[in-house]
């Protein structure tokens, strides 16, 4: 495999901490180990994988991933009383702020299209985006519409003005989530939202799973962002009142991935129970210790 070097953090270029963690691939089978590196700055918690596959070899990476499949690898079991169910509910139904009109958006790396197709039904006109062809295929049928199917340079976009822009758990994916805050800037109208869904390296899971955590999933994941690290991808691309928060909703399914990949029936539902018991009192370790962020910046009316 064709390997690039990446000894800097990609947020803020500092130099990564002396201290690792060394991931597998436990769910999709790729060869090798990957080091996991934390950014030394004080002012950013990033994590990154010194060591990563080249752009050339990344598209190989995703010929059996979830997005190509109907369903979600062994079902998902949530926490059982009524306000986790309606919990994760939210989380769907809320992708974006209520409070939005519906406008135009674009969400970049749009898998499957199932985030586009609610937010079709509630009005907004939707352009989806999305590198892998399988995925945005299916996306396509789902839509009743075209996807823009290639890198963000490739598709013709530069001219656009959206209402808003969306990303569900795509800035792991991409070597420098900066320049995919900023394309995003670019393409907003002023006064538009840049909205994000990511794996939260702050998270109390991670602490407790170490390796082992599904958010991890080297080598695929390429960047992982803290609240820190998060608040500044935004804010140096020109981004503000850039808000973040955690979300727990589906933490008993990505414990329940982490700690039993190929559970199934009642080991993985004890599994899921207490992964989300645990995700539920998170926030006794701290501050944003939910398993998922949530990021959120506007683009200045004056910009």
């Known amino acids: 495999m064709e390997i690039v070097e990446q000894q800097t953090c990609p947020v803020c270029g500092e130099h990564g901490s002396p201290t690792s963690v060394v991931g597998v691939d436990r769910w999709f089978a790729t060869p090798g180990s990957w080091p996991i590196v934390r950014c030394g700055s004080p002012r950013c918690d990033s994590r990154w994988l010194p060591r990563r596959p080249s752009d050339r070899e990344i598209a190989g990476l995703y010929a059996n ?132 869904y990511t794996p939260n390296a702050n998270a109390q899971m991670f602490r407790v799973l170490g390796a082992r955590w599904r958010a991890l999933e080297p080598p695929r994941h390429l960047v992982l962002l803290g609240p820190k690290s998060a608040e500044l991808v935004l804010a140096d691309a020109g981004f503000r009142d850039v808000e973040v928060s955690t979300i727990g909703a589906g933490g008993g399914w990505v414990y329940a991935d982490s700690v039993a990949p190929t559970g199934r029936g009642l080991r993985r539902a004890a599994l899921t129970f207490f992964g989300q018991l645990g995700e539920d009192v998170a926030p006794l370790w701290g501050k944003h210790r939910h398993w998922e962020l949530r990021v959120v910046g506007r683009r200045p009316s004056d910009s």
């Open 65 to 196: 991933y979830h997005t190509h499949t109907s369903s979600s690898s062994g079902g998902r079991w949530y926490w059982p009383h009524p306000l986790a169910a309606q919990a994760v509910k939210n989380r769907e139904r809320n992708l974006v702020p209520a409070t939005l009109a519906p406008g135009r958006v674009l969400e970049i790396g749009c898998g499957d299209g199932k985030n586009l197709l609610q937010l079709q039904r509630r009005g907004w006109d939707v352009v989806g985006q999305e590198i892998d062809g399988v995925a945005g295929q299916r996306a396509a049928k789902l839509l009743g519409r075209p996807v823009h199917i290639g890198n963000l340079d490739e598709c013709g976009l530069e001219d656009s003005r959206f209402d808003l822009v969306l990303t569900s758990h795509v800035l792991e994916h991409v070597p420098s989530p900066s320049l995919l805050a900023r394309f995003a800037f670019s393409v907003l109208r002023p006064g538009g939202l840049f909205v994000n």
